[in-house]
């Protein structure tokens, strides 16, 4: 990204970089090259293509755009957040040791535990405050660490700064998974970060109609493994994919700053609610990462994660929401509710760091935020009925 580029403000990139008006037709918007191979002038002699597993424009735009509005010279997408991840999981080899925050995305720990450990790979899981305390528990085997922040479901804070500091000063490298909060409230690598990755099938798709990963880097070294890697492993998304992601960084800044707004006035909300015990959001001041998370983000995201007195309350009021669609996954425009032990974590049912069984999860919306307020009002009656 040249400097010209990086002057332009966010919202600006997420709708011009990468996205030329297309030179063939004068088309605005970027096309969808819906190709499995291109056209040759000659052996090897090509316009830049030559198979889409390889390349495609539609991914080749996103790439740029994405990679910019991470302030990354590299992106490199892939066809799932988990296919991201997979290939990140490449750059160690069996017998390295891996230190993962314990609150890690459920799927995650489903790769590490039963696909990767049989193989030889070393996880060693941390809760998130003993990241302030990182440089205690690396040592010569580990090559890296990974970090969700805001993490999943416990909407825990680790300072990315200190961290990499620490991971650097152990010769390790260290991968910050930015789902969450998305490149427009933070932004990893300018805190020190190796690699930033991301599930695009959350908020920067955010229309719940597409599923995909990303990861971006400004190591020329790593850049250029992940590229071999992509084209090797062969976890790439289709040019509709791309597309859809791409048309849902067009309005990555509006969404987010709608998601916040509602997810504030409704996190403040459960804070007053009897049946109530424990609001998990990052922008309140009761929470413990409130202040790294207001250094090192533009605002506190769409996610909220509460408890309540027992599993059964929690697993009744996931299935009384009306706005508050029961289902997996988070970042789209419309409200979501889970119950994560059953459901996103499961996997980590027998780990010492499961997820609460009275835990509940909230992808909030950018729908009216009273309406949504209602929902989850109604919603709770019968555990405030009870509780009485």
């Known amino acids: 990204m040249s400097d010209d580029d990086r002057q332009l403000g966010f ?33 090897g002699e090509h316009k830049g293509y030559d198979y889409a ?3 495609n424009p539609t991914r080749t735009a996103l790439q740029t755009a994405l990679a ?20 990140l999981m490449h750059l160690v080899d069996p017998g390295d040791r891996v230190v993962l925050i314990a609150d890690v995305y459920g799927g995650v720990y489903r790769m590490t535990s039963q696909v990767y450990e049989p193989k030889g790979y070393r996880f060693d899981y941390l809760p998130a405050d003993a990241f302030a305390r990182l440089d205690e528990h690396l040592d010569e085997r580990t090559r890296l660490v990974w970090i969700e922040t805001p993490s999943n479901p416990l909407l825990n804070v680790v ?9 650097k000063a152990a010769g390790a490298l260290l991968v ?9 409230l933070q932004q990893p690598l300018d805190l020190g970060a190796d690699v930033v990755m991301h599930s695009t099938t959350k908020y920067l798709g955010g229309h719940s109609d597409v ?3 990303f990861a971006a880097t400004n190591d020329p070294s790593i850049a250029e493994r992940l590229f071999f890697l992509q084209k090797s492993l062969g976890a790439v998304p289709g040019p509709f994919d791309s597309w859809l992601v791409l048309r849902g960084l067009k309005t990555l800044a509006l969404r987010m700053q709608r998601h916040c707004e509602n997810a504030r006035a409704i996190a403040s909300w459960l804070e007053g609610q009897p049946s109530v015990t ?13 202040e790294i998370a207001a250094r090192q983000m533009r605002d506190f995201g769409g996610m909220i994660s509460f408890l309540t007195e027992t599993e059964e309350e929690a697993v009744e009021l996931v299935g009384r929401t009306r706005l508050f669609a029961l289902a997996e996954s988070l970042g789209g425009v ?13 996997s980590t049912a027998d780990a010492p760091f499961a997820a609460p069984r009275n835990l509940v999860r909230l992808s909030v919306g950018i729908e009216a935020v009273d309406d949504l307020i209602a929902d989850l009002e109604a919603a709770l009656v019968p555990a405030r009925s009870h509780a009485r």
């Open 11 to 43: 919202e600006t990139r997420a709708i011009h970089d990468g996205q030329d008006p297309d030179p063939a037709t004068g088309a605005i918007i970027t096309p969808i090259y819906q190709t499995s191979t291109f056209v040759q002038d000659a052996v």
């Open 53 to 55: 597993r390889v390349g």
């Open 68 to 87: 910019s509005l991470e302030n990354a010279a590299h992106g490199i997408a892939f066809s799932s957040g988990l296919g991201a991840t997979t290939t």
């Open 159 to 167: 300072d990315i700064a200190a961290v990499a500091r620490a991971t």
């Open 176 to 184: 910050v998974d930015n789902t969450f909060a998305t490149p427009y």
């Open 211 to 213: 599923v995909g990963g």
């Open 278 to 290: 424990q609001v998990l959001y990052p922008g309140l001041p009761s929470h413990p990462g409130h």
């Open 334 to 346: 419309e409200s979501l509710i889970e119950h994560p032990a059953r459901m996103t974590h499961a």
